[in-house]
């Protein structure tokens, strides 16, 4: 059984750092595109970042030059570091990835279970 385990969110004040890391487990044959994404309340699910096997990256214009995505193929995990937090960036933080499993017959997206980013100012 494929899973995607997050860790790392939790409560800090405005302007301090955290650091997000997901890590795929379960039998597989691929992983292709990875990503975080975030949901406020009351607030659509809204890209955070992703990051391509080759580490070609893009970010979602709130996080620009705040975050960075960095990925590690031979542990099949990801990694989000968050600097200068703001608390609009407060959020239940989910890892995405696109996945071949090893009895699967196609790539399919699986999420992990999220993990709350609370920021006070």
């Known amino acids: 059984q494929v899973q995607l385990v997050e860790s790392g969110g939790g409560l800090v004040q405005s302007g301090e750092s955290l650091r997000l890391t997901c890590i795929v487990s379960?039998?597989?044959?691929?992983?292709?595109?990875m990503a975080w994404f975030r949901q406020a309340p009351g607030q659509q699910r809204e890209l955070v970042a992703n990051i391509t096997p080759a580490s070609k990256v893009a970010y979602g214009h709130p996080v620009k030059g705040r975050f960075t995505i960095s990925r590690d193929n031979a542990k099949n995990s990801i990694s989000l570091q968050m600097n200068s937090l703001k608390p609009e960036d407060t959020a239940i933080y989910y890892c995405?990835?696109?996945?071949?499993?090893?009895?699967?017959?196609?790539?399919?997206?699986?999420w992990g279970q999220g993990t709350q980013v609370t920021v006070t100012s």
């Open positions: 379960g039998d597989i044959i691929k992983v292709s595109l």
């Open positions: 995405y990835a696109s996945i071949m499993p090893y009895f699967g017959i196609r790539e399919d997206d699986y």
